[in-house]
Each structure stands twice: as C-alpha cells, then as structure tokens.
C-alpha cells in the first residue's frame, strides 16, 4: 500500500533519475545498486547466461560482482583473499576489437586458434590486474612471486615475469604485438599463438599452489556476449564449456544474442542446466509484485544517493503517482457527461427488479451493459431480468478495460490513461531503464505543467499518461538506428500499433483485448528465414517481447513463440498493455508490414472484421503519412 505522498516534488527529484544507462554512471553506479531476487544465482560456481535487452540491468549487476563494483559497494569486504569467496573480473566485448578477427587473410581454423590466443592475453591480463589492484588496496598482501609465476609465464613462451607488474607489462606488449599483426596478419602469418585455455589454467595453477586463494573462486564477467560473431562464440562456449575451479563464467547477453550452442567440437554442445544456468531477467522481474517492489527500492536508493532529502521509502514514492480505478478512469474520461442522457432513458424505461439491478451498477457497468447488449434497451432489459445475470458479471470483467478505450473513440485528447506504479511498472516490463525514463519524464512533465520549481502534490494522471506517450515515441524513433534492419522493425512497430489500436477501439463483437500475436507459415518462398531474421532484430532490440508458446521452451523456432510489442509502446498507440489474447499472423503478412504497411495493415484489420480508415490519435498524427502509403 502506498504511503502518505510526503516527498517534495522538485528539481533535485526529476534529476536523480535523468541517467538511465550504467556505462555513464561512474562511481554513482555502485552506489544506486540495488540487488536483484535472482542475483544469489549468480554467485554459484556454476557458469551463468545472464539474458536481458538493453535497460534491464545486465551491466550494472555484472559490474556489481566485480572486484571494484564489491569494494564500492561495502565496508565490510574481507581482507584476507581466501575469505572473498569470489572474485569478478569484468570484460565488456569491443565490438571494434573482436571486428578485426576475421576476414579473408586467414582460414577459419586459423582464426579460431588467433582468437582464442587472444582470449587467453585478455583474460590473463584482467585477472593479474586484479593482482596488482589488490595489493595497492591492501597493503599486507603478499605479493606472487616470480617462482610462483613461473609456470605461468612459461605457458607464453616467455621469460619468466619477476613481479604481478611485470607479468602485465609483458602481456600487454604481447596484446599489443597480437593486434598490430591481425591488423596485417595477410602480409605475416607469423603469430606465437597459446592453447586455447591453457594460460588460464596455468594461472589458477599457480595461484591455488601458492596458498592465497583458498576456496575463493575467479569469475569472468564477460558482458555483451551478442557482439561476438558465431566463431568467436564457440570458441567462448569452448572456454565456459571445460572450465574448472577456481574460475568459472558470468556472461551477459540480449535475448536472441546466443547464435551459437556447440563449442569449437561442432558435436559438443552448451547444454542448460548441465554446462550453464539460463537467467531471463524480465521473465524474473516481471512477477507482478517483484518488479513493483524491486522498481520501488531502485528509484528510492536513486533519490538517497542524489542527495535527496525527507522521506525516499519506496511506499512514498509510489505515493506521488496518481493512479485511477477504473471507474474512476471512465468518470475522468467523461462517461458521465456521454452516457447521461441514455443512461436518463434507461431508467425510465426499466423497473422492478430489472431497474433495483441496473441502479446497483457502477456506471462504468451499465454503460458496459448497454454496449454489449449491442446499444439495445430492450435487450438491456432482458439481460437485466435473466435468472442468469451471474455470467453477465463475468463478461463485464473480461469487457471492463475494453470498454474504456471506447469511451472517447474517435475524439480528441486522451483517450486512456496510463497512470499509477502498477501501470508505470507493466509498461516498464522489467526494463529498469525504461521505468527511470517514465519516472523522470513524468516528474518533469509535471514539474514544467505546476510552473513551479517545487511542490508537494501528485503526478497527475494526465502528465504520467503524456509521459508514457512520449517515451514510446522516443523508443519508436531510436530503433532505426539500432542495426542494419532497424528501419524495417520501426515500421513493423508503426503497423503493429496501428492494428491493435484499431481493434482496441472496436472491442464489440469481437475477442477483448487482442495485444499479442502468434506466427503460422503459409509459404515456401524463403520468407521464412527473411521473417525469422526481422523477428531477431525486433526482439533483440526490445520491439518485441515473446513468451514461450504451448510447446517447449528454449524452442528455436519462431513459431513456438508469443508474439507482442513492448508494452512501452502501448500508450503511444493507445491500447491494452496486459498480456491478453491473441491473433496469428502469417509469415508473409508479418513481412508485409515491414515492407508494404498499407496494404498488410488493411488486409489484416479486414480478416479481423475491422476498418482501417479511423480517425489517428493526435499523438500518432505525426505518422499519418506512413499509414497513407506514402512513406
């Protein structure tokens, strides 16, 4: 329950959530951290996939289980090494780096041996680097010997490091050596290439040998796993795949960024849960009441490290946040004002037994009621009469938040609100980032509408609404520069919204709230890969979300899936953003509406019995173009 609103609406509070991503928080990121319900997985031995699109929280957890990200987030961190526990060593995939290891110069075997030589310099030197850290931090810690290094260094076939320092000197001039060869590896193939492994394992070796690590084990947090190609991939999974004590690996990935199971033994594959645990942040999140309270405790911990001053509980901050029943929503909508006259009519019409039940109503029901009764007064009147009136309730609730997006179909201003934690949260999805961009969006909506610099009150409805609004508009925009087929997705995002917006209008006689879809192939003509590959993009970049089907899970075909927009998206386009019932698709439809938007669009609404010619909503007004076909 949400306490009293007691915080104090200012600038200082719209600012303490105006960072949304972890890469720019500096020193304020382990500060903010708030852990996860799922993070005690995370610190088992056993190699972890750490799965979420951007905004849900993979950095930011994977540097919180970094040696720094630990140090900065308590006082009381062991000083012994042996009693750490475990030690995370952070590595975030270059894109411009792992780039250069491919092309034409060299075969495919010999680019897995050079990267998986590369792999051994990198992590070699990330965990030395802990070494030297280490020792600067704590100053009765005894250093590693040269003979300690010993065997370490003899797995590089190099002269023997006398110190941790000069142990790294000595990679990094061999990194460097390595990068400047790739770079022209077609005019010399001659590389000094190491085992895949093998200095890591000579590393451990050396370091369990030499008394200081007790039971505390190494983890490799490699983050943004999905900027590998599919070789590199294998040769990564070949690492997580023979990993023994004390090392073991963290890896952070979007969804669908996986494209390779098998290690380099093409017959030798990743299995879950014997190599690796599988942890999907949303799926994790999105319980109704974890990501509430999770969201809650994040922004109040936002607000403290900000300097924020007063009550920063979770419960008031929620507070601040209008939120409506939907009664109140229909009311606020002007129902009253609408339905008045007919309602007028109704009872006069109505009595007796008939009339005591109409008049138990709320009007929200009754205007229900009517509606569905086909806007008949006479078959009101039988509805109210019948024995088995049980059942009307029954479709009043499947109906209710229907009905709301009939109210002002086709006017002007708002047609639904978006309003409240529980609906800022739903939007969200378990997207921390995409909360923080509703949070602050709609404090400095309200902020600007008060013409004031603070005040003590609430978010109203209606700014959180053109809050919401305005986010998904922003992350409509951003998703054609987010890959080569960022275009495509955009316009499928715009052909999407406009079909469920339509529907979502037009409930009556129809399936309620129709927000996901499902995929059946009709055609032989290739469009299976091209969809598939459009599917990819969308999901790894957050256009799509998908739940797993009726079949198994962790199913490679798309077909297995449920399909819906982020709800991100759904107070742009004006729709239901519970996950309710479903349409299917065909494959050559979906690409239709990322190619040819006019027709599919009209083609599907026509197969569900709906027009395509309704009046746009203002905020969509922008995109009328598109949705004229002549984009």
């Not at 405790?297 to 009550?311: E, P, Q, Y």
């Not at 009556?508 to 996901?516: F, L, M, N, S």
């Amino acid at each position: 329950m949400a306490e009293p609103n007691l915080l104090v609406i200012d600038q200082q509070l719209a600012d303490a959530f105006s960072n949304f991503r972890a890469e720019h928080n500096g020193a304020e990121l382990f500060e903010q951290f708030t852990q996860p319900g799922y993070f005690p997985e995370l610190v088992t031995e056993q190699p972890c996939f750490l799965i979420g699109g951007r905004g849900t929280g993979k950095t930011t957890t994977l540097k919180s289980l970094s040696y720094k990200g630990r140090f900065a987030l308590g006082n009381d961190q062991p000083k012994r090494l042996d009693q750490w526990g475990y030690v995370g060593i952070y590595l975030r995939i270059n894109t411009g780096r792992v780039a250069a290891f491919q092309g034409p110069e060299a075969s495919l075997p010999q680019w897995e041996r050079i990267f998986g030589h590369y792999l051994n310099l990198l992590l070699s030197s990330a965990a030395l680097d802990f070494f030297e850290w280490y020792s600067r931090t704590h100053r009765e810690f005894e250093q590693l010997s040269a003979q300690s290094l010993g065997s370490f260094s003899n797995s590089f076939s190099m002269p023997e490091a006398t110190s941790v320092a000069d142990a790294i000197e000595k990679l990094k001039q061999r990194l460097i050596t390595l990068e400047t060869t790739v770079n022209s590896i077609g005019r010399s193939n001659s590389i000094d290439l190491t085992a895949l492994g093998a200095p890591i394992d000579a590393l451990m070796d050396c370091l369990q040998a030499s008394g200081i690590l007790g039971k505390t084990t190494f983890f490799f947090l490699i983050d943004e796993f999905e900027n590998l190609s599919a070789y590199q991939q294998r040769v990564v999974n070949t690492l997580i795949k023979h990993a023994r004590p004390p090392y073991t690996f963290k890896i952070g990935v979007r969804e669908l960024g996986i494209r390779e199971r098998c290690t380099l033994n093409a017959s030798e594959l990743l299995v879950d849960p014997a190599d690796f645990r599988r942890i999907d942040i949303a799926e994790r999140l999105t319980s109704d009441s974890d990501f509430e309270n999770f969201a809650a405790l994040v922004c109040a911990r936002r607000i403290r490290s900000h300097g924020g001053t007063g009550v920063v509980s979770p419960g008031a901050l929620i507070g601040i946040f209008q939120s409506l029943s939907p009664e109140e929503e229909a009311d606020l909508l002007g129902l009253s004002k609408t339905f008045d006259s007919t309602n007028q009519i109704i009872l006069l019409t109505l009595s007796g037994k008939a009339r005591a039940r109409y008049e138990s109503m709320s009007q929200l029901e009754r205007y229900c009621l009517y509606v569905l009764e086909g806007s008949s007064i006479d078959s009101l009147q039988s509805a109210m009469t019948s024995e088995d009136f049980k059942a009307w309730k029954t479709r009043f609730e499947n109906y209710k938040t229907s009905m709301l997006f009939t109210i002002k179909s086709r006017k002007s201003g708002i047609r639904k609100y978006y309003c409240g934690w529980k609906v800022i949260c739903k939007l969200a999805s378990g997207n921390i980032r995409y909360l923080l961009e509703l949070v602050h969006r709609s404090i400095q909506m309200q902020l600007d509408a008060s013409n004031s610099s603070s005040f003590q009150g609430l978010v109203s409805a209606e700014v959180q609404t053109r809050a919401a609004q305005y986010i998904g508009r922003k992350n409509l925009r951003e998703l054609e520069g987010l890959s080569i087929l960022g275009a495509r997705v955009a316009k499928l995002v715009l052909s999407l919204g406009r079909i469920f917006q339509v529907m979502a209008e037009d409930p009556v006689g129809h399936t309620a709230e129709i927000t996901q879809f499902d995929l059946v192939s009709n055609d032989d003509l290739g469009s299976s890969a091209i969809t598939r590959e459009l599917l990819e993009n969308a999901v790894m970049h957050l256009a799509l979300i998908r739940r797993a089907g009726t079949k198994l899970q962790q199913s490679e075909d798309v077909r297995d899936y449920d399909y819906a927009l982020h709800p991100i998206f759904t107070a742009f386009f004006e729709y239901s953003y519970r996950h309710k019932r479903k349409m299917t698709l065909s494959y050559e439809e979906l690409r239709g509406l990322s190619e040819n938007p006019h027709m599919y669009i009209a083609r599907v609404l026509k197969r569900q019995n709906r027009s395509a010619d309704s009046t746009l909503p203002a905020q969509m007004a922008l995109f009328q173009d598109f949705y004229r076909g002549s984009h």
